[in-house]
């Protein structure tokens, strides 16, 4: 169902496509990506173990009631869900398979806090949205409706018109949209961070400690 797709971060200010219903609460990293999937010693070859277990049964054979299933909804880069998705197990593979089945972003009442900053960090966006508009959002996702989220002014809209605001933290806002994690971030102010030690060091002279240079063998 899923070919793997590349999990760099890109810098995107307008996120437009399927948006996929998936309405279960506390869906876990587990649930997201079954243990069996986590064997690799990289990132790659995650797509086909997204939702495994939800996707087949004990055969293998897909089950047809699972929404990605159904043809309308194989090509979905959007995925909106219930409350607490990605709670569980910190398992960072959870975010790199989402990204390689083709997900760029997914809206929820609540996320699992480690899920939440993981996607922040690798830029799938992670949208916390009040649980009357997910329930808009579902109901026009079961459609097959298409959602483009303007992440620079920080707004949604359907393929019907209809337009949901959402908040989105500076930082992360950033983050995404210049295509950065943390430590990324953090260097962007590395001027900032230089005068800041520089006036430190000026009015604490004595706890700078200059350390020999370190011999090359």
């Given amino acids: 169902m899923f070919n793997d797709k590349t999990i760099e971060a ?105 899920f939440y900053f993981n996607s922040i960090a690798n830029g799938l966006l992670a949208l916390i949205m009040d649980e009357s508009v997910v329930a808009q959002l579902l109901k026009c996702a079961n459609n097959a409706g298409t959602f483009s989220i303007d992440v620079a002014n920080q707004c949604i809209e359907t393929d019907l018109g209809e337009r949901f605001p959402f908040a989105l933290p500076d930082r992360q806002r950033r983050m995404f949209l210049e295509g950065l994690d943390q430590i990324g971030l953090t260097l962007k102010e590395g001027d900032a961070i230089d005068q800041f030690e520089q006036q430190h060091f000026r009015h604490h002279p004595w706890m700078k400690i200059d350390l020999p240079e370190q011999s090359v063998l």
């Avoid at 948006?19 to 243990?35: G, H, R, S, V």
């Avoid at 004990?58 to 699972?66: L, V």
């Fill in 10 to 114: 890109k810098p995107s200010a307008i996120i437009t496509g399927i948006a996929a219903p998936l309405p279960f609460d506390n869906l876990d990293t587990d649930q997201i990506m079954p243990k069996q999937f986590l064997l690799g010693i990289d990132k790659s070859g995650l797509a086909k173990g997204v939702f495994h277990d939800m996707r087949f049964d004990e055969t293998a054979t897909p089950r047809q009631d699972f929404v990605l299933n159904h043809p309308q909804f194989r090509n979905a880069t959007i995925l909106v869900t219930g409350s607490n998705f990605g709670c569980g197990s910190s398992r960072e593979h959870a975010v790199w398979g989402l990204q390689q089945a083709g997900f760029k972003a997914v809206i929820a009442s609540s996320f699992g806090e480690i």
